[in-house]
């Protein structure tokens, strides 16, 4: 159950950083788009100039958006792991204090030996194995844990045996 939970909370941050990743890419996209380069006149006669004068323009054209989604990129991204970084402390914080020990304490798992009661039956009493052994009746394997049927000592019943 804890283990679930934060594996969940690491996704939750994990969507979180993406979506501020993302916002931080659109934001900095619409900033270029209300910010474009004035592009170069290109008035030059010889080829060589002319490529060169489109080279610039192609370039103070596309820095803005280069600038816009590098930036909105890393400036979301970076927001974003603050962000999930003061959450985590937070929960920690909070998780320290006596109000929160008590659900923490709920979402413990069951303990085996809880359920390991036993029930007498006519020819043994069942009950869940605390030793590995071998069944007396199939010569099965008996791992801890396993529910069996203890006749006696060095008697023990499988499951399916009963
Ligand atoms: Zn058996």
Same mark, same amino acid.
């Given at each position: 159950?804890?283990?679930?939970?934060?594996?969940?909370?690491?996704?939750?941050?994990?969507?979180?950083?993406?979506?501020?990743? $993302?916002?931080?890419? *659109?934001?900095?996209?619409?900033?270029?788009?209300?910010?474009?380069?004035?592009?170069?006149?290109?008035?030059?006669?010889?080829?060589?100039? !002319?490529?060169?004068?489109?080279?610039?323009?192609?370039?103070?054209?596309?820095?803005?958006? !280069?600038? $816009?989604?590098? $930036?909105?990129?890393?400036?979301?991204?970076?927001?974003?792991?603050?962000?999930? &970084? #003061?959450?985590? &402390?937070?929960?920690?914080?909070?998780?320290?204090?006596?109000?929160?020990?008590?659900?923490?304490?709920?979402?413990?798992?069951?303990?085996?030996?809880?359920?390991? #009661?036993?029930?007498?039956?006519?020819?043994?009493?069942?009950?869940?194995?605390?030793?590995?052994?071998?069944?007396?009746?199939?010569?099965?394997?008996?791992?801890?844990?396993?529910?069996?049927?203890? *006749?006696?000592?060095?008697?023990?019943?499988? #499951? #399916?045996?009963?």
């Amino acid at each position: 159950m804890a283990r679930r939970q934060r594996s969940l909370a690491s996704e939750a941050a994990d969507a979180f950083f993406r979506l501020g990743s $993302g916002a931080g890419l *659109v934001i900095g996209l619409f900033w270029a788009l209300d910010h474009p380069a004035t592009p170069n006149e290109c008035t030059g006669t010889s080829s060589d100039s !002319l490529g060169k004068c489109m080279g610039d323009t192609l370039w103070t054209t596309t820095q803005p958006y !280069l600038l $816009g989604i590098g $930036g909105g990129l890393l400036g979301g991204a970076l927001l974003a792991l603050a962000i999930i &970084l #003061a959450v985590r &402390l937070l929960t920690r914080a909070l998780r320290r204090t006596p109000g929160a020990e008590v659900g923490a304490a709920d979402s413990r798992p069951i303990r085996p030996a809880v359920i390991s #009661a036993s029930v007498a039956g006519p020819r043994g009493r069942s009950m869940i194995a605390r030793y590995p052994g071998t069944c007396s009746g199939c010569r099965s394997t008996i791992r801890t844990g396993d529910r069996i049927t203890h *006749v006696g000592r060095q008697n023990n019943r499988c #499951a #399916a045996c009963g």
